[in-house]
């Protein structure tokens, strides 16, 4: 199965679909900010769910939000999303559209181009945030924003998450996990290394954090160009120096945990 959300910016219009094979899933949050206004913030709330087979969402990608996505028990998609604004003719020019049917469900937030008849330039604080709950064994192929940060809570399956411009996190990490940030920091806790064969972290303008259980046996890279390198639980050293740790984490015949970024700290902790 697999599940797409996708977004698209023109101006101030922005569209999200996913696309699975059984309906099912999605998240995202699209946010536009201009001026600082004193006013207190309006809000409006929209709730939708969606049937969700076991391995769940497999792709997600987005241009400008950011993505919450947490476990829970069920095989339900709850879809939580908040329109908010400092002036009342603003939010109702924000527009979400709900769309399900077989083999597809579509988001679709759209913004008025000159909001409350503003002089052009004069943009709306106008903000769409989307908050998405899953099953704990969902897989997920692919998951990436590019103006944003994207946080994954207790998933158990595959995740792999990139964004542009923003932090990634991903807690209670089980099987094999990729994350990417150009420009943000990352941090991982696995909470089980013991269905996993990899975990890739790669970032170039952020910090590293990785979290691993004590005892752990793996085998470890970790590299920074521009940083400093430290791997805080025991390691028999093939390679090391200050901006690179290489070798072996207890037995070191468990997974290949690699960590590489350029212009910041690596860390690997012990939990």
Do not use: W
């Not at 977004?7 to 696309?19: A, D, K």
């Not at 329109?83 to 924000?94: C, F, N, T, W």
């Not at 008849?117 to 990436?144: C, H, K, L, W």
């Amino acid at each position: 199965m697999s599940v797409i959300l996708t977004g698209r910016r023109v101006y101030r219009h922005s569209q999200t679909i996913f696309r699975p094979v059984p309906p099912p899933l999605l998240a995202s949050a699209l946010l536009f900010s201009f001026a600082p206004d004193a006013r207190a913030a309006i809000t409006e709330k929209l709730a939708r769910s969606y049937p969700l087979p076991a391995d769940g969402v497999r792709r997600l990608e987005n241009v400008s939000s950011d993505i919450t996505i947490e476990a829970e028990k069920g095989k339900e998609v709850p879809i939580e999303a908040e329109k908010r604004d400092r002036d009342p003719r603003d939010l109702q020019q924000i527009t979400i559209d709900f769309e399900a049917r077989p083999g597809r469900v579509a988001v679709k937030t759209t913004l008025a181009k000159n909001p409350s008849n503003r002089i052009p330039g004069q943009g709306s604080r106008a903000a769409v945030t989307y908050m998405v709950r899953v099953p704990r064994d969902a897989r997920f192929e692919r998951i990436a924003s590019v103006n944003s940060s994207i946080t994954v809570q207790g998933v158990r399956g595959p995740v792999e998450l990139h964004a542009v411009s923003g932090s990634v996190r991903a807690d209670g990490l089980a099987r094999d996990t990729r994350l990417e940030s150009v420009n943000g920091s990352i941090t991982a806790d696995v909470g089980s290394l013991e269905n996993v064969r990899s975990v890739d972290l790669k970032s170039v303008y952020g910090q590293i954090e990785l979290t691993v259980p004590k005892g752990a046996n793996a085998r470890s890279d970790v590299r920074t160009t521009n940083g400093r390198a430290s791997v805080e639980p025991a390691i028999t050293l093939s390679d090391s120096g200050r901006r690179r740790i290489s070798g072996e984490i207890g037995m070191g015949s468990g997974p290949l945990l690699r960590a590489e970024t350029t212009n910041c700290s690596v860390t690997v902790r012990e939990r």
